[in-house]
């Protein structure tokens, strides 16, 4: 493994570059304090040249929006033939697509929160408010509201009073073409990263989420003290147990590979309601797979260094 050259790509040009390059950053630190070898690059004009001559035994894929998540790069790299840690690009995106997803699981009897999609278009010709009431009809009050696409929760919100529902519309649909209704669920909101080892995919510890605002957004998520997280999340070993039953049920059901993490509610009469999936997990100071870690004692860089070794077998 030491002899290995790994590139770590993050950055890009989406809304989440900064994310990205931090966690791109910290699991290119981790990963040397494992004893490899890693560049880190940004995914720009320059990566396919890059690639071809430079020719890494192994890239991570720590890029956030629709380039790392998408499954954009993952199709570059394997036209290219560079083994990667992470889903392949037919899961990124069943992952990517919050209502593809929603729709997978719900087949499989999974529960997630009732939902509705409507893109810019209808609100236009249809008229708005119409639209809008049709939605309170449906789903009730309050209500969240998502892009279809996207991660880092921007463009979340929730609703409370219908009053409100307009611009908080304006403000979801500032970050994608498409909105994601869902019937609000009161509960407790965790999430649970899944990595594959020599015995299959495995549910670490639960992180609770606890945001002062009341939801887990942008801002809560990235800036410290603005969120406890209680580690392991504090649910009884049966809700626990279901929690980490569901992640590795979304995680193979949706054919992702390596590691992912689950977000999900524990409602008080102890259902488990899938909310989405995220097939490159942030590594930033406060994301949750490196809580998740180190309460099951184990370390990112290591976690990560198993994965490359998985990617690199996978091209042999």
């Not at 699991?27 to 004009?45: F, I, K, N, Y």
């Not at 939605?135 to 998502?146: A, E, N, Q, S």
């Not at 929690?243 to 259902?271: K, Q, Y």
Request: proline share 5%; net charge negative.
């Amino acid at each position: 493994m030491s002899d290995l050259a790994v590139a770590v790509l993050s950055g890009g040009l989406s809304h989440e570059r900064e994310v990205s390059l931090r966690s791109g950053r910290r699991l290119s630190a981790a990963l040397r304090s494992s004893g490899l070898t890693v560049d880190e690059w940004d995914a720009d004009a320059a990566l396919l040249e890059r690639l071809r001559d430079q020719g890494p035994d192994a890239v991570v894929v720590a890029l956030h929006g629709v380039e790392g998540e998408g499954g954009s790069v993952q199709t570059v790299l394997e036209m290219l033939g560079v083994p990667y840690v992470g889903s392949d690009s037919n899961a990124c995106r069943r992952a990517w697509d919050k209502p593809t997803a929603k729709t997978e699981l719900a087949r499989a009897g999974i529960a997630t929160p009732e939902w509705v999609v409507l893109p810019h278009s209808t609100f236009r010709e249809l008229g708005a408010q119409p639209v809008l009431n049709a939605m309170v009809d449906r789903l009730g009050l309050p209500m969240m509201l998502k892009p279809d696409q996207g991660g880092s929760a921007l463009g979340a919100q929730v609703v409370r009073d219908a009053a409100d529902l307009p611009a908080a519309m304006v403000g979801c649909l500032a970050y994608g073409e498409t909105v994601l209704a869902e019937r609000f669920v009161e509960g407790v909101e965790v999430a649970v990263a899944v990595v594959e080892g020599a015995d299959g995919p495995v549910a670490l510890p639960a992180v609770e989420i606890e945001p002062e605002s009341g939801i887990y957004d942008y801002t809560s998520r990235y800036t410290a003290g603005l969120t406890t997280f209680h580690r392991p999340a504090r649910l009884d070993d049966r809700a626990a147990a279901a929690v980490a039953e569901l992640a590795v049920a979304a995680h193979r059901l949706l054919g992702l590979r390596d590691v992912s993490r689950t977000d999900a509610i524990v409602a008080p009469d102890g259902t488990v309601y899938f909310l989405e999936v995220n097939s490159s997990p942030g590594l930033t100071e406060t994301s949750l797979l490196p809580m998740a870690a180190e309460v099951a004692g184990r370390s990112l860089g290591d976690i990560y260094a198993g994965l490359i070794e998985r990617a690199v077998a996978r091209a042999r």
